[in-house]
């Protein structure tokens, strides 16, 4: 299976706004409402931001949102800060009964 | 708190079996409702889906992998573990046990990640 399509990088100012996307297939984030989101620093674990599409679990900031077209997902951050820098990947659910995660981005607080 | 552990070799030769535990602590692996998972990283890369098996005993594996990849568990160990038979240069990676929820990636728990090198 091909890995999940996003930018290899954004960046943007603190308190400005950024959309990372995640590019799929009508057999992964078409077909799904299964789209997560993860927050990597590394050498640490990654974290859930964001399930379902558009849900964040307790303890997430709601600067964090998320929305799906299609076959493209997006997350959202908004009031960006400067702990937000960190790779962000996003995740989907697949007609193969399996996951497939996208390539990662990397955000740059500037 | 549920807390998992990976455990195992740093260091396999090529051709050879990578072997890894991943111990649940704080919880039981028999909990209903749990996909027990592992994930990998490969140097400077994105996340790779490895497989997960479902608290009943039920295995689903990435695609590309399947034909090399075991994921068992052992209950009375409260353990979880990763055979990836064949290995190559190309399965360097650090390699992650997970909890998923439901089964639709939902990785809310994670291990700290093993590295493991593949080198003779």
């Known amino acids: 299976q091909s890995a999940l399509t996003q930018p290899a990088s954004v960046s943007g100012s603190p308190g400005q706004s950024i959309t990372i996307s995640c590019t799929g297939t009508?057999?992964?984030?078409?077909?799904?409402?299964?789209v997560s989101w993860y927050q990597h620093h590394p050498g640490k674990a990654p974290k859930l931001m964001i399930y379902?599409?558009?849900n964040r679990p307790s303890g997430v900031s709601d600067r964090f949102s998320g929305s799906k077209s299609g076959n493209t997902a997006s997350l959202t951050i908004s009031g960006l800060q400067a702990e937000d820098e960190a790779d962000y990947y996003c995740?989907?659910?697949?007609?193969?009964?399996?996951?497939?995660f996208g390539g990662g981005t990397k955000l740059t607080v500037l | 708190q549920v807390q998992l552990q990976e455990s195992g070799p740093g260091l396999v030769k090529p051709s050879q079996t990578l072997s890894l535990t991943c111990t649940v602590s704080?919880?039981?692996?028999?909990?209903?409702?749990?996909?027990w998972s592992w994930i990998r990283q490969h140097p400077g890369k994105g996340l790779e889906w490895i497989g997960y098996?479902?608290?009943?005993?039920?295995?689903y594996y990435n695609p590309s992998l399947k034909s090399r990849v075991t994921i068992s568990v052992d209950t009375s160990k409260n353990q979880f573990s990763l055979k990836l038979s064949s290995v190559t240069a190309a399965d360097t990676a650090v390699y992650y046990c997970?909890?998923?929820?439901?089964?639709?990636?939902?990785?809310?728990?994670w291990g700290q990640g093993t590295p493991v090198t593949v080198s003779s």
């Open positions: 009508s057999s992964d984030v078409g077909g799904y409402n299964y």
């Open positions: 995740s989907s659910y697949t007609s193969s009964s399996s996951l497939v």
């Open positions: 379902d599409v558009s």
């Open positions: 098996i479902y608290y009943s005993g039920s295995t």
């Open positions: 997970a909890r998923d929820s439901l089964g639709y990636g939902d990785y809310y728990l």
């Open positions: 704080g919880g039981s692996i028999s909990s209903s409702g749990y996909y």
